[in-house]
């Protein structure tokens, strides 16, 4: 039983819009649906893991007899996985439509492994960026034609990653100079926020849950990792000129912006306030942090203002748009900035007994008052549902 249809049907009955009588029978009505929904889980479970065990087991016989079979018995297997796992999916689709996604799923995810596969069978160039457009020109075919959650999914993680790919393969391995080799880790964290933004309470289909579900997995690591890039890649060894960094930045922020006009209208203002913040998280990453002056200042103290900054921010847009799951994230967040501040900073300052003792009381007292808030910030937004 949810708790939005019961402070609905309060809601109703207050305002005099259904008796009693009435009440009772939708509650009658809805609690065996919830039932219902509650029994599907374990067979939800079963289903989804059986199909991925069948594909990883297809995937290793194939592999362990690959040295052995002919080019041509390769290229066969390769394209007729794909083919035997989506017609499962279209003849399960009558009587068993959960069994009929997964088998489809599985497919567009075969599919992959087909690109590869036959590449390396016909020795074709290694431009791997190149597969994953395949793959993904082919999870979107899919998704067109089953409109369901997994397709959407596949279709949403292959195209930001075959687009990074592009640039990592133009950029000589993310060995470009200056801004550029921030770009695909900028562009993947704003395409995370607008994908954690995609579902709403008057946006809600499959598609759309499986959007913020990735945006929600994908934000915090993303945006742990960006002012840190530089480190992890070293020193610059390409130079980009002309149109390249133009065009590479155009795409990797006007497309997101695109996709969020695309999916939320003219709600989709706040996305570019949220570039903004990507686009200032990412300037941490520039400066050498050993440097003095304020160039310096900001590479070291730059990252945890802007994750306090876009924590704050998250859970303002939760508690306007009355999403309890951006509330959450953004508290998580802004938890996180303080543990990395702390064992970043504080406890190079204090001795090895006074940083345990502090980290104790960290998490202890800090524990407590964030919960305290987030509760009264959910508290708040179910008050504000409950009067709407």
Do not use: K
């Amino acid at each position: 039983m949810t708790e939005r249809w019961e402070r609905d049907l309060a809601r109703w009955q207050a305002a005099g819009l259904v008796d009693a009588a009435s009440v009772e029978r939708i509650r009658a009505f809805e609690s065996g649906q919830d039932r219902a929904r509650g029994l599907r889980w374990p067979v939800a479970i079963a289903v989804v893991l059986g199909a991925v065990l069948l594909g990883a087991g297809v995937l290793l016989f194939v592999a362990a007899h690959w040295d052995r079979l002919s080019p041509t018995v390769r290229f066969a297997l390769a394209l007729g996985q794909v083919a035997v796992f989506h017609l499962g999916g279209g003849i399960a689709a009558a009587r068993f439509p959960l069994l009929a996604t997964a088998l489809h799923a599985v497919g567009t995810v075969a599919l992959g492994a087909g690109v590869f596969l036959t590449g390396q069978i016909f020795h074709l160039q290694a431009h791997w960026p190149g597969g994953l457009m395949l793959w993904a020109a082919g999870a979107w075919v899919a998704w067109a034609l089953l409109r369901d959650g997994p397709q959407a999914a596949i279709a949403a993680l292959l195209t930001p990653a075959w687009l990074a790919g592009e640039w990592i393969e133009l950029t000589g391995g993310l060995n470009a100079g200056g801004a550029h080799r921030v770009l695909p880790a900028a562009a993947l964290l704003l395409v995370a926020i607008v994908y954690l933004t995609a579902s709403g309470p008057e946006r809600s289909t499959p598609a759309r849950h499986a959007l913020a579900w990735i945006g929600g997995i994908a934000l915090l690591p993303l945006a742990a990792q960006l002012p840190f890039v530089h480190a992890v890649f070293g020193r610059a060894e390409v130079s980009l000129q002309g149109w390249v960094p133009v065009a590479g930045w155009a795409v990797a922020f006007g497309m997101p912006l695109l996709l969020a006009w695309r999916l939320r209208g003219a709600a989709a203002w706040a996305h570019v306030l949220a570039a903004v913040w990507v686009l200032a998280l990412a300037s941490t990453a520039w400066p050498d942090r050993e440097a003095g002056g304020a160039l310096g200042l900001w590479g070291r103290w730059g990252p945890y203002l802007m994750w306090m900054a876009g924590a704050i921010a998250l859970i303002a847009w939760g508690l306007a748009e009355r999403m309890r799951a951006r509330i959450n994230l953004g508290v998580a967040g802004f938890a996180l900035t303080v543990l990395a501040y702390y064992f970043s900073t504080l406890m190079d300052m204090l001795g090895r007994a006074a940083s345990l003792v502090g980290l104790g009381l960290l998490f202890v007292a800090g524990g407590w008052l964030l919960e305290r808030m987030r509760r009264r910030l959910v508290d708040r937004l179910d008050a504000r549902s409950a009067g709407s």
